[in-house]
Structures are given as structure tokens and as C-alpha cells.
């Protein structure tokens, strides 16, 4: 009796110090009412994507306040090299082209191959030719101009440089159109034929609007009352691509202490897996995160909550790829937007603040993989405590929201909260609980689950894997701004 007293009281110091790191579990001197199961042993080597918008140039370029180029200085080959080492070290896994260089790489590209090659990610170029080629595609065939078979062995042609280099193995795909009207689809669903006849493993990138876009802006025509569901399921109508990306930003704010989210978030992702379900041939859903500021709204990263809410917000909502908006600042202004000069590079190539807020949200994401890429998403589960009409309003009749689940019985939380439910091949659920409020407000949150059945939970909080004990099936979780845990009872 007395070793067992023992250790039930190491059991409970085990939790007490598990707790300072920001998780706790019901413990006392009687113990858990359920004996935890065999311990799972997940072993999954698979990486999370993270993609970027505004890369590196192979030159730093000069801008005047109205964007216009006043000058610039090139890069010598050990700091272009470096530079993609930063990324690297950021947790990116797909680098693309500097802003000057987005869409025609010209010899950059071979050069940002090589480097991209040499620090272990991979690459997505631009390529002008190759793009004009392509949108020209459909016309030129149905004219008789060329054949499709002669329009294939064109873009082959353009292609060899860089899929016959010794480090084609680096190329992701290349840039071929950022947030297109519907009536570009037609035009871009047949280039995406030729393009894959010719490079059937290399990724035909484009960009879809959020669901903030106004109908002019989805269907490219004035007057038009276009919705973006029906923008969105033209898309996947024409497009046979193995994926489907878009940009929705959510950190508002004015001035040092303004602070907002924007409301549809998450019914963004909501409406993509929608339509991936739907459709049933299980695309990737690639999304892109805010990580400087712009325009009247959208404010800088101010903490790493900032950059780890979104990134787990995506996570837990089944995203298998995001893209970080921006790695390094666009001119001062584009001709259609005003941007700050606090990307994770600023203009000059220096590292800022949000440099190491995504770096430590990039990190979580991965930690989490190891677990995570042994599960399928499968939906998830809302705690509304304040929002009825924003964010979780909109999901009110998604069949994405599970509200009741065989394991996790109840979800309750003292501010706004949901949780991503994964299964793996056997049967067993995952769970990603996310503390949902504006990350800019610093609001801690306390998350308590019912796992009936079980005594057990392994728990992924902050990049770190704790066991912890249940008492009657019942874990809490103390998430401060910005965390989530990824939670897997047994």
C-alpha cells in the first residue's frame, strides 16, 4: 500500500511540473478512476509545408516612397546562400522568388534552384516565357496554329534548363497566376493540361481570391453578382490539379494598440474543405497567413501569438500547407497597395521581430508532426463562449462541425475555443485544440475535454510531448494567447 501511495504522489508532482509549462491534468490522492491504456507509439517522418509570398532576390533593390526603383545592389553568391540558410533555419520548406523576380526569374532562377537545393527546400520559380506560352496555349491550339502536341514539346523545351539542371530536384513548380477572375478559368484550365503533359510532377501554381473578394474581383466582369462558393466550384469544375491555395488575412488593427480579427477566417477554410469533400478527390488545401502590415487594415505581428493562433487556427482546420504573406517587404507601394516595411525581412534583407514569431510557429507546427502525420482531419468541434455571429457564427449549419464526437464528449472553455478532430488508420482520435480569441488582446484561455473511456492523454503544447493522467476522463488545458495542444487520449 505504501509503494502505492508513493507512487501516486510522484505521479502527481510529474503533472504539477507538467503544469508549468502550461497544461494540467486532475490528479489526487486517490488517482485516475481509469487506468490510461498502452501507451500509442506514432512514428511519422512527413513535414508540414510552409510556403512564403516575396522571397529573396539575388539583389537588394531600392525603392522611394511611391514604390518606384531608385536603385539597388546585387548580392554576392556567400549572401545569397546565407540568406537562404535564414529561410531554412525559419522552418520554411518551399522558398519563392524575390518580389522583383516573382514572375521572370531570368538567371536568378537557376541560381535560387542551386541555393534552395543546397539548404534542403524547394523552390517555386517564374518564368515568363513558359507563363506566355501557356496563357496563349488554348488560343493558338483551337486556331491551329500549333498542335497540342507541338505546344507540349514548346513548354518542354523551356522547361529543360531547369529540369535537366543537377538541382532539378529542388523545383517545386512554377508561378503561374495570383488570384485569377472566372473568366480566366477556361484559359488557365487548359494550360494546366499542357503544362502537366509536359511536367506532369511539377506543381501549375495559382493563387484564389478569399472570401472577402468583391464579385468584379472573382469573375472579372463588371456588373457581375458572382458569389464565391460559385467562384471557388467553377474553379474546381475546370481545374484538375492535386491542390487548391488562397490568401485571407485576419490581424487588424490601427496605431500600437488596435487590435481585431477578421470575422470569416475560418469559414474561409470551412467552404475549401467543403468543396474538397465534395468533390472527393481529396486535394491539398494551401493557405496563406499574414505576417506583415498593410493597406488601412491589416497591422504587423506584434508576438508570436500573432503568428502561432493563425498557424494552428489552420492546422486544426485540416490546411495541409501555409504560406507566410510576406518573407521580405514589397516596395513601399505596389500601385495597388501600401505595405510596412516589418516582413520577417525588411527591405533591406535585416531580420525583424516577426522573423522569430514565425520561426517558433513554424517549429510547433513541425513539432506536431510526428503525431499528426499518422491522422486524417475529419472536423471539427466549437466552443462558443462570446462569438455567435463572427467567426464561429458562420459555421453554424457547416458539416464540418462535429458536435457530437465517440471520444471527445464534451469541449467546454472559459473564452472561445475550438478543436480540430483528426482519425488515424485504426479508428483512434486526435484532437488540436486552439484558443480562438484576437491573439493582439492577450486573452489566456482554460479548455476542459471529456475523453470518456480513457486515463490517459498524450499532450503536444508548445513544441514539447507530455503524458499526463486523467481524473474521471477529464483534461484540462491552460492555453495562453496564441497556443494550442495537440491532445491524443489513450
Given at each position: 500500500m505504501?509503494?502505492r501511495?508513493?507512487?501516486?504522489?510522484?505521479?502527481?508532482?510529474?503533472?504539477?511540473?507538467?503544469?508549468?509549462?502550461?497544461?494540467?491534468?486532475?490528479?489526487?490522492k486517490?488517482?485516475?478512476?481509469?487506468?490510461?491504456?498502452?501507451?500509442?507509439?506514432?512514428?511519422?517522418?512527413?513535414?508540414?509545408?510552409?510556403g512564403?509570398?516575396?522571397?529573396i532576390?539575388?539583389?537588394?533593390?531600392?525603392?522611394?516612397?511611391?514604390?518606384?526603383?531608385?536603385?539597388?545592389?546585387?548580392l554576392?553568391?556567400?549572401?545569397?546562400?546565407a540568406?537562404?540558410q535564414?529561410?531554412?533555419?525559419?522552418?520554411?520548406?518551399?522558398?519563392f522568388?524575390?518580389?522583383?523576380?516573382?514572375?521572370d526569374?531570368?538567371?536568378?532562377?537557376?541560381?535560387a534552384?542551386?541555393?534552395?537545393?543546397?539548404?534542403?527546400?524547394?523552390?517555386m520559380?517564374?518564368?515568363?516565357?513558359?507563363?506566355?506560352?501557356?496563357?496563349?496555349?488554348?488560343?493558338?491550339?483551337?486556331?491551329?496554329?500549333?498542335?497540342?502536341?507541338?505546344?507540349?514539346?514548346e513548354v518542354?523545351?523551356?522547361?529543360?534548363?531547369?529540369?535537366?539542371?543537377?538541382?532539378?530536384?529542388?523545383?517545386?513548380?512554377?508561378?503561374?497566376?495570383?488570384?485569377?477572375?472566372?473568366d480566366?478559368?477556361d484559359m488557365?484550365?487548359?494550360?494546366?493540361?499542357?503544362?502537366?503533359?509536359a511536367a506532369?510532377e511539377?506543381?501549375?501554381?495559382v493563387?484564389?481570391?478569399p472570401?472577402?473578394?468583391?464579385?468584379y474581383?472573382?469573375?472579372?466582369?463588371?456588373?457581375s453578382?458572382v458569389?464565391?462558393?460559385?467562384?471557388?466550384?467553377?474553379?474546381?469544375?475546370?481545374?484538375?490539379?492535386?491542390?487548391?491555395?488562397?490568401?485571407?488575412?485576419?490581424?487588424?488593427?490601427?496605431?500600437?494598440d488596435?487590435?481585431?480579427?477578421?470575422?470569416?477566417?475560418?469559414?474561409?477554410?470551412?467552404?475549401?474543405?467543403?468543396?474538397?469533400?465534395?468533390?472527393g478527390?481529396?486535394?491539398?488545401?494551401?493557405?496563406?497567413?499574414q505576417?506583415?502590415?498593410?493597406?488601412?487594415?491589416?497591422?504587423e505581428?506584434?508576438?508570436?501569438?500573432?503568428?502561432?493562433?493563425?498557424?494552428?487556427?489552420?492546422?486544426?482546420?485540416?490546411?495541409?500547407?501555409i504560406?507566410?504573406?510576406?518573407?521580405?517587404?514589397?516596395?513601399?507601394?505596389d500601385?495597388?497597395?501600401?505595405?510596412?516595411?516589418?516582413?520577417?525581412?525588411?527591405?533591406?534583407y535585416?531580420?525583424?521581430?516577426?522573423?522569430?514569431?514565425?520561426?517558433?510557429?513554424n517549429r510547433?507546427?513541425?513539432?506536431?508532426?510526428?503525431?499528426?502525420?499518422?491522422?486524417?482531419?475529419?472536423g471539427?468541434?466549437?466552443?462558443?463562449?462570446?462569438?455567435?455571429?463572427?467567426?464561429?457564427?458562420f459555421?453554424?449549419?457547416?458539416?464540418?462541425?462535429?458536435?457530437?464526437d465517440?471520444?471527445?464528449?464534451?469541449?467546454?472553455?472559459?473564452?472561445?475555443?475550438?478543436?480540430g478532430?483528426?482519425?488515424?488508420?485504426?479508428?483512434?482520435?486526435?484532437?488540436?485544440?486552439?484558443?480562438?480569441?484576437d491573439?493582439?488582446?492577450?486573452?489566456?484561455?482554460?479548455v476542459?475535454m471529456?475523453l470518456?473511456?480513457?486515463?490517459?492523454?498524450?499532450?503536444?503544447?508548445?513544441?514539447?510531448?507530455?503524458?499526463v493522467?486523467?481524473?474521471?476522463g477529464t483534461l484540462t488545458?491552460?492555453?495562453k494567447?496564441?497556443?494550442?495542444?495537440?491532445?491524443?487520449?489513450?
Amino acid at each position: 500500500m505504501r509503494k502505492r501511495f508513493t507512487t501516486i504522489l510522484l505521479a502527481c508532482s510529474m503533472l504539477l511540473l507538467s503544469a508549468t509549462g502550461g497544461f494540467m491534468a486532475g490528479c489526487d490522492k486517490k488517482g485516475s478512476d481509469i487506468e490510461p491504456g498502452e501507451l500509442p507509439v506514432y512514428n511519422s517522418d512527413k513535414k508540414f509545408e510552409v510556403g512564403m509570398w516575396v522571397g529573396i532576390s539575388d539583389k537588394i533593390v531600392e525603392y522611394d516612397d511611391s514604390g518606384k526603383k531608385t536603385g539597388e545592389r546585387p548580392l554576392t553568391d556567400a549572401e545569397f546562400l546565407a540568406h537562404y540558410q535564414e529561410i531554412a533555419d525559419a522552418g520554411f520548406t518551399i522558398a519563392f522568388p524575390g518580389y522583383d523576380v516573382m514572375l521572370d526569374g531570368g538567371a536568378y532562377n537557376l541560381k535560387a534552384l542551386e541555393a534552395a537545393h543546397k539548404v534542403g527546400i524547394r523552390q517555386m520559380l517564374g518564368d515568363d516565357q513558359l507563363r506566355q506560352l501557356l496563357f496563349n496555349a488554348k488560343t493558338r491550339v483551337e486556331a491551329g496554329v500549333v498542335t497540342r502536341k507541338e505546344c507540349v514539346d514548346e513548354v518542354k523545351d523551356v522547361l529543360k534548363k531547369y529540369t535537366e539542371s543537377e538541382y532539378a530536384s529542388a523545383l517545386c513548380g512554377f508561378m503561374i497566376k495570383d488570384e485569377p477572375g472566372a473568366d480566366m478559368f477556361d484559359m488557365l484550365s487548359f494550360a494546366e493540361g499542357i503544362f502537366h503533359e509536359a511536367a506532369p510532377e511539377l506543381m501549375f501554381y495559382v493563387n484564389m481570391f478569399p472570401v472577402i473578394a468583391d464579385p468584379y474581383q472573382l469573375s472579372g466582369v463588371a456588373g457581375s453578382t458572382v458569389r464565391y462558393r460559385d467562384y471557388l466550384q467553377r474553379w474546381f469544375n475546370k481545374m484538375q490539379d492535386s491542390y487548391v491555395s488562397y490568401d485571407h488575412y485576419p490581424l487588424y488593427g490601427s496605431g500600437i494598440d488596435g487590435t481585431s480579427f477578421e470575422k470569416s477566417f475560418l469559414y474561409n477554410m470551412d467552404i475549401m474543405q467543403q468543396l474538397i469533400a465534395d468533390e472527393g478527390k481529396d486535394r491539398e488545401l494551401w493557405t496563406f497567413l499574414q505576417s506583415i502590415s498593410f493597406g488601412a487594415k491589416n497591422r504587423e505581428l506584434r508576438s508570436k501569438a500573432d503568428a502561432s493562433m493563425q498557424a494552428l487556427s489552420a492546422v486544426a482546420y485540416g490546411v495541409d500547407c501555409i504560406q507566410w504573406f510576406c518573407y521580405t517587404c514589397p516596395p513601399p507601394n505596389d500601385g495597388a497597395t501600401q505595405f510596412g516595411n516589418d516582413a520577417l525581412l525588411n527591405r533591406n534583407y535585416e531580420k525583424t521581430a516577426a522573423y522569430d514569431y514565425v520561426q517558433a510557429a513554424n517549429r510547433e507546427v513541425q513539432a506536431l508532426m510526428p503525431y499528426l502525420g499518422n491522422f486524417d482531419w475529419k472536423g471539427v468541434m466549437l466552443s462558443k463562449v462570446y462569438d455567435d455571429v463572427e467567426n464561429f457564427g458562420f459555421l453554424e449549419d457547416s458539416p464540418n462541425v462535429i458536435t457530437s464526437d465517440k471520444t471527445l464528449t464534451s469541449f467546454k472553455s472559459k473564452e472561445d475555443a475550438f478543436a480540430g478532430v483528426f482519425e488515424d488508420k485504426d479508428g483512434k482520435r486526435g484532437y488540436l485544440a486552439v484558443n480562438f480569441t484576437d491573439p493582439g488582446k492577450n486573452i489566456s484561455n482554460t479548455v476542459t475535454m471529456t475523453l470518456s473511456g480513457f486515463g490517459g492523454a498524450i499532450v503536444v503544447k508548445n513544441g514539447e510531448t507530455s503524458t499526463v493522467r486523467l481524473k474521471s476522463g477529464t483534461l484540462t488545458l491552460d492555453l495562453k494567447a496564441g497556443e494550442g495542444a495537440l491532445v491524443i487520449p489513450y
